[in-house]
């Protein structure tokens, strides 16, 4: 196996892996790395693939300890082998002195998706980038493992094949700026990071959602969300869907399903050929005859609307995002879709919840990222809104039930006609918060399906505010399991 297949691209990233101090042939960071490395090349955080998966390592706490490699590579000419081992161990020593941190040791207790460590590692190198005045040799590879095993049993072969000053340049860069590092890294800020865990994140993220992300961890005033989620996620997150059954007791199928076993695969399913058979096992999109009938929830989506106008500031910002995520997240483990939508002057596109390996309900993982780092327009026109959101639920009539919630103010005046436009194809549901004084005096409130209201001191007091989120997020599931409590009923009475 050679490295004739390979690019120049990928002997100079994967040859560099000669220098990394983690044991690149024992890690199991390897595919990880590469996703991380060229994540942070499309952010401009252009370094060598063996920096990457070293600090990666380091920050995820995979060894509490790091050396340099067991063999030193072949140097360069004009370099001293002296100066290139001393300049590994010290190199060793700052990773081992970033696995000593506090961001470290939360990182170790948590499952986050590579596009947070990618943007972790932004932060981190970032501040060091930024004075690198090499060359940037460093270009983005595909993520492919036969490639990444052809190098690994060639690394001394792939070393040599290019000129590796640049990859011994910016590890003594990295050491002469060992501050600037250790500071990013201690400027992570924990509580998001919790935040990232509790909420769960699976399959890939997208580079959108990265910026957001890289926004969030710059952003003071996405950390009052934050602190706040993190009062109320807690007991969100204790509800969990149960699966139940309705088993039949006689002879034969009870009918066709989308999951089973293979020995009861619908026949049809045969017919196709080897690829799309695969494809569609893969997809779960196989039939299957079933005794069981699994007990599903209706097709219903809950779409929650977050007033972003100027309106909607300091405490009520902070309140309305929190509780936006608590909903989404809640309405997701009992099963159901969930989007978060911003509006001011106008409807912005849906937050939506990402699919995860196991499908939609309840295992994906919510844009928060987005929620915590929106920044509306100027002004506000509910009218406009409205009439965007009422011809959106009109086409959606036939194909789901949805419910809406929309958290505002007490200021929030929308045409009552749209209301009633809006109520004809969904239920609408409203949150709204209440000035220092004044009263809620909207004409439209008869024509919601309910109502809450937040008053000032409960958004000023801590205690209070979480109380009132946590009371709001239980009076939709309640309503939610009533809903389902009677579709039971009325299907044991057919």
């Known amino acids: 196996m050679s490295l004739a297949n390979m690019t120049q691209a990928e002997i100079r990233a994967l040859g560099g892996l000669a220098l990394s101090c983690a044991g690149a042939e024992e890690s199991a960071l390897g595919m990880r790395a590469l996703a991380w490395y060229n994540s942070l090349l499309s952010l401009g955080i252009n370094v060598p693939l ?13 060894r509490p300890e790091f050396a340099p490699p067991r ?5 360069p000419e004009g370099i001293n082998p002296a100066d290139v081992a001393a300049l590994l161990r010290d190199y060793a020593a700052l990773l081992t002195e970033v696995a000593s941190t506090d961001i470290a040791a939360k990182l170790k207790k948590s499952r986050l998706d590579d596009g947070v460590l990618s943007t972790l590692l932004t932060r981190a190198l970032g501040p060091v980038v930024d004075r690198w005045r090499g060359n940037n040799l460093f270009e983005p590879i595909p993520v492919n493992a036969e490639s990444v095993t052809r190098a ?5 072969q792939a070393w040599a094949a290019v000129d590796r000053r640049p990859e ?38 997208p580079e959108t959602e990265l910026v957001d992300l890289l926004a969030v961890f710059n952003s003071p005033e996405a950390n009052d969300v934050v602190n706040f989620s993190l009062d109320i996620l807690p007991s969100v997150l204790e509800t969990r869907r149960g699966g139940g059954q309705q088993v039949f007791a006689v002879d034969g199928y009870s009918g066709v399903v989308s999951a089973g076993s293979l020995d009861s695969l619908f026949l049809s399913e045969l017919a196709y050929d080897d690829e799309l058979f695969e494809q569609r096992f893969l997809d779960n999109q196989m039939l299957y005859y ?24 300091g405490a009520r910002a902070v309140f309305a995002r929190g ?6 997240k809640r309405m997701t483990l009992l099963g159901f879709e969930a989007t978060v939508r911003f509006f001011d002057s106008r409807l912005y596109e849906p937050m939506r919840l990402r699919r995860g390996r196991s499908g939609l309900h309840g295992t994906g993982s919510l844009h928060v990222a987005g929620i915590l780092a929106f920044k509306g327009e100027r002004g506000r026109n509910y009218a406009r809104v409205f ?16 419910t809406v919630y929309m958290i505002t103010h007490a200021e929030c005046h929308v045409p009552i006609e749209l209301i009633r436009r809006v109520r004809e194809s969904a239920e609408l549901c409203g949150v709204f918060m209440l000035p220092s004084r004044g009263a809620l005096d909207l004409e ?16 000023r007091d801590r205690s209070e505010r979480a109380t009132r989120a946590l009371s709001i997020v239980e009076q939709a599931s309640s309503k939610t399991r009533e809903a389902e409590k009677h579709r039971a009923e009325n299907a044991a009475n057919i």
């Open 50 to 62: 063996h920096v990457v998966l070293d600090l990666g390592a380091a920050l995820l706490g995979e």
């Open 71 to 75: 063999e030193l590579p072949r140097i």
């Open 152 to 156: 690994m049993l060639n690394l001394p």
């Open 168 to 205: 011994l340049a910016f590890v003594r860069h990295i050491l002469q700026h060992r501050l600037h590092l250790l500071l990013g890294i201690e400027q992570i800020d924990l509580d998001t990071v919790e935040l990232l865990g509790l909420m769960g994140q699976e399959g890939g993220m």
């Open 290 to 313: 079933a005794h069981e009938a699994q007990d599903r929830p209706p097709p219903r989506s809950y779409q929650i609307l977050v007033d972003a106008s100027a309106s909607m500031r």
């Open 323 to 328: 509780l936006a995520i608590a909903l989404a």
């Open 387 to 402: 009439a965007q959101l009422a011809s959106e639920m009109e086409r959606l009539r036939e194909r789901s039930s949805v």
């Open 444 to 459: 439209y409130l008869p024509a919601l399906t309910l109502h809450e209201v937040v008053t000032d001191a409960a958004l």
